[in-house]
């Protein structure tokens, strides 16, 4: 399998898969400072180009991590920056403010805290149902004009609002959740991007850690709040999970590996992003792109992880009415 691609029909080559930076910041509990630079660096050694990251993700302190960790090595990534995602002190959401001169001015934060003087894809984190996405994309057009970006990104937005945007300027690809257990994108959101020729970057591949077998940790890890790790849930999602590692253990992988070759077995135009937190992690993540499937394989695995199976939603009853993805 080749170990590069281009974003969309007009983006940039891009590793075949992108490392999702997030988890270095807090989201699913503590993480060592010292093993998330190095993770990128041994990310950056493998081959991987592609870096995403948001300004809210740990209220800047993931940006200000990659802008150390890439002192000398910038031209050699492609940074992948959400914003938009409005936070309070103590970390919760208040909202989404996709305004033309919010995302100017978030824009001229992060490039200060990223320690770079352009942003290679620059997405709103969600649709600001108060301001027309050809309004949020129309700023980022200007700034692209003006050299401080080079690309537009989308980030869970449903059909529609992909060809809104794309309409007031190319889009090179749409960021949305998508895994075995997480396919609603196949409905229809699949089928534009393929028509306008925009690629995909699947986050959530092994649904936060779920298809692995993690658990969250005891404090300050968000996934305590998905439905899918509570109560029953989280037991019914187990025995499937449990099938999954079985399926990895005949072919002699693990079922990370499997999990992440299955989305890369969906398209060439379509990069998982990898949440590794670990030099280890981003090991095993990496070795997926060996994995070689069958179409019995995909079936097999679909069935496994068939809808009727999965239990739970991939967030909270609020997160998920800010989805425009799933309108």
Known sequence: MANT????????????????CMGMSGMYGPSDRAESIATIHAAIDAGVTLLDTGDFYGMGHNEMLLGEALEGRRDKV???VKFGAMRAPGGAFLGVDGRPQAVKNSLAYSLQR?????????RLARLDPQVPIEDTVGAIAELIKAGHVRYVGLSEVGAATVRRAHTAHPV??????YSL????????ILATLRELGVAMTAYGVLSRGLLSGSTPAPAGDFRAHIPRFSGENIERNREMVAALAAMASE???TQSQLAIAWVLAKGHDIVPVMG???????SEALRALDVTLSLGDIARLEEICDASR?????????????????K
């Open 276 to 282: 590794a937190r670990t030099r280890s992690q981003l």
């Open 251 to 253: 072919m002699g992988i």
């Open 5 to 20: 691609i281009r974003l969309g029909a007009n983006g940039p080559v891009v590793s075949r898969l992108s490392l999702g």
């Open 172 to 177: 090179v690809d749409l960021q949305i959740e």
């Open 78 to 80: 492609q940074l992948s």
């Open 310 to 326: 999965v239990a739970g939603t991939r967030y909270d009853a609020s997160q998920m009415r800010m989805l425009d993805s799933e």
């Open 114 to 122: 990223l320690r770079t003087d352009y942003i290679d894809v620059y």
């Open 181 to 188: 257990i997480s396919r609603g994108v196949e409905n229809s």
